[in-house]
T-cell receptor, first 114, second 112 residues
Framework: DAGVTQSPTHLIKTRGQQVTLRCSPKSGHDTVSWYQQALGQGPQFIFQYYEEEERQRGNFPDRFSGHQFPNYSSELNVNALLLGDSALYLC?????????????FGSGTQLSVL | RKEVEQDPGPFNVPEGATVAFNCTYSNSASQSFFWYRQDCRKEPKLLMSVYSSGNEDGRFTAQLNRASQYISLLIRDSKLSDSATYLCVVIAPGGSQGNLIFGKGTKLSVKP
């Protein structure tokens, strides 16, 4: 049983560019949440997708957007990249918008903005 | 005041030591509490949930004090493999279950 898979694992971009990160949830999970983890910080909630709609959003600007597909996979898009967007981006999946013991994280995408 | 605060450490302890981590949270109506473990630049993994009655899992004991808005994690008989960052996590009331609020984490280094 594959867990949460994310691609790519590493990415280098320059300021002003756009990036798309991808996530496939764990089998049986229909909810995907995205987190940003800067170096030395805990993960911060970006948004959650369920039934192909954004259900809740953290304190992130509109440059951060997402999408969920009918097969429950998800994309995170970041436009007009800033140096401060450099971070580990984590995707987490769960069933029926539940969390706690039911929430599983992928190994993340390390984004470096130069 | 940050929503979840932890002592960042690092805690450097010898093998076999007992170490305790503390965490405070700001929203008194928070409902669910967890400890996650994160190895260097890898994904966080659930270590244990924290219940009002306290709970134990082998060498690990978690406690919740709602009156003081305080959560603790005790690790007994530390092993080298316990070296990691320990993240205190809260789900705020009214928030989606996917919206975990993480502390910055406390780094533990267990030495031989």
């Amino acid at each position: 049983d594959a867990g949460v898979t994310q691609s790519p694992t590493h990415l280098i971009k320059t300021r002003g560019q756009q990036v798309t990160l991808r996530c496939s949830p764990k089998s049986g999970h229909d909810t995907v949440s995205w987190y940003q983890q800067a170096l030395g910080q805990g993960p911060q909630f970006i948004f959650q997708y369920y039934e192909e709609e954004e259900r809740q959003r953290g304190n992130f600007p509109d440059r951060f957007s997402g999408h969920q597909f009918p097969n429950y996979s998800s994309e995170l898009n970041v436009n007009a990249l800033l140096l401060g967007d450099s971070a580990l981006y984590l995707c987490a999946s769960s069933p029926n918008r539940r969390a706690g013991e039911k929430l599983f994280f992928g190994s993340g995408t390390q984004l470096s903005v130069l | 005041r940050k929503e979840v605060e932890q002592d960042p450490g690092p805690f450097n302890v010898p093998e076999g030591a007992t170490v305790a981590f503390n965490c405070t949270y700001s929203n008194s109506a928070s409902q669910s509490f967890f400890w996650y473990r994160q190895d260097c630049r890898k994904e966080p993994k659930l270590l244990m949930s924290v219940y009002s009655s306290g709970n134990e899992d082998g060498r690990f004991t978690a406690q919740l004090n709602r009156a003081s808005q305080y959560i603790s994690l005790l690790i007994r008989d530390s092993k080298l493999s316990d070296s990691a960052t320990y993240l205190c996590v809260v789900i705020a009331p009214g928030g989606s279950q996917g919206n975990l609020i993480f502390g910055k984490g406390t780094k533990l280094s267990v030495k031989p």
